[in-house]
């Protein structure tokens, strides 16, 4: 599988990121052992969880999918082979959250111990924390990395002016900076990332990995009518989609995989593949199958009449 270096990090991943916000939510242990099996079997392997994930699960109160993720790395041996970006900053209990340096340095060990390794490959600040000064919040990488617990830093979820902040912070200190970037982009949700971001992310060299590629799973084009939205647990986020611009994304897309003989997620996910400042789509997956058609993905080349298509069809 082809590989791409992510932003300025000696980190070179596949063109895709196995999402693990399934593992132990709509994915049991086994069956993520599978998936994960198979997708580290494809080549250069990068996994991304966050440590409230899935607290949404009845029964669950976040942790799980670190969990299994550090049972599997333990099981099979295999933690060099892959690339592991995990999040702090989510609710995870009274006092437990935000991106205070001492809440940090608590939730970096937490993540460590369920990871069952030494050192996180990619670090995330999950959400902005409006109550600690991002320099403070760069400091506390600085100490991980200086440590040996993470070797990069990045964030989820900025805007423009917020990661603007951010890199002039780390400027300024001249410590360790956001490496890489986790934005929503998607087909279906452009605006937010290609207005200020995706320049942002170019010019200063920083990695996107993006997430709800797939838009939450309306892009797989299995929604259609409120009644599929049944179809899934995850199928209440989708209702948003069901309007004119998303029925005509979804014809576009059916139009360029029939010319492919692929199918309609495979090609969503290969146009933000080809996005300009994307290193790579997160998608999940709960089933070795699913994970080969992310594998499909990343060898399909769209050309330029069919990333003509599918922009015209998403214009916004």
């Not at 976040?62 to 892959?82: C, D, H, P, Q, Y």
């Not at 995330?124 to 991002?134: G, N």
């Not at 087909?187 to 920083?206: N, P, S, T, V, Y």
């Not at 010319?259 to 070795?288: C, D, N």
């Amino acid at each position: 599988m082809q590989t791409r270096r992510l932003g300025r990090t000696d980190l070179t991943i596949a063109p895709i990121v196995l999402g693990g916000n399934v593992f132990g939510w709509t994915a049991d242990k086994a069956e993520s052992f599978a998936v994960l099996d198979r997708f580290v079997a494809a080549g250069p392997a990068a996994i991304d969880t966050a440590d409230v994930y899935s607290a949404w699960a009845p029964g669950n109160h976040g942790g799980e999918s670190e969990t299994i993720l550090g049972e599997w790395m333990k099981a099979r041996g295999n933690r060099a082979r892959v690339v592991v970006i995990t999040k702090v900053g989510s609710p995870m209990g009274k006092g437990k959250e935000g991106l205070s340096p001492a809440y940090i340095e608590e939730a970096v060990e937490a993540s460590l111990k369920r990871l069952q390794t030494d050192a996180i490959d990619l670090y995330l600040s999950h959400w902005p924390d409006m109550a600690t000064p991002v320099a403070d919040t760069l400091g506390a990488y600085q100490r991980l990395i200086e440590k040996g617990k993470i070797r990069w830093c990045g964030a989820s979820n900025l805007t423009p002016t917020l990661l603007e902040q951010a890199v002039e912070a780390a400027k300024a200190r001249g410590g360790p900076r956001y490496e890489v970037l986790q934005p929503e982009y998607n087909l279906a949700d452009r605006a937010g990332f290609e207005h200020g971001l995706a320049d942002l992310c170019r010019r200063e060299e920083i990695g996107v990995v993006t997430y709800f590629s797939l838009a939450k799973g309306f892009l797989s084009g299995k929604y259609r009518t409120e009644a599929d939205l049944a179809k899934s647990p995850r199928g209440g986020g989708v209702k948003a989609y069901l309007n004119p611009r998303g029925f005509r994304i979804l014809d576009a897309l059916e139009a360029v995989a029939a010319s492919h003989k692929a199918k309609p997620a495979e090609v969503a996910l290969a146009w933000v593949m080809a996005r300009p400042g994307v290193t790579a789509p997160i998608a999940s997956a709960t089933s070795p199958e699913q994970v080969e058609s992310l594998i499909r993905a990343t060898q399909l080349t769209l050309s330029p009449a069919d990333m003509a298509a599918l922009n015209e069809a998403s214009a916004y």
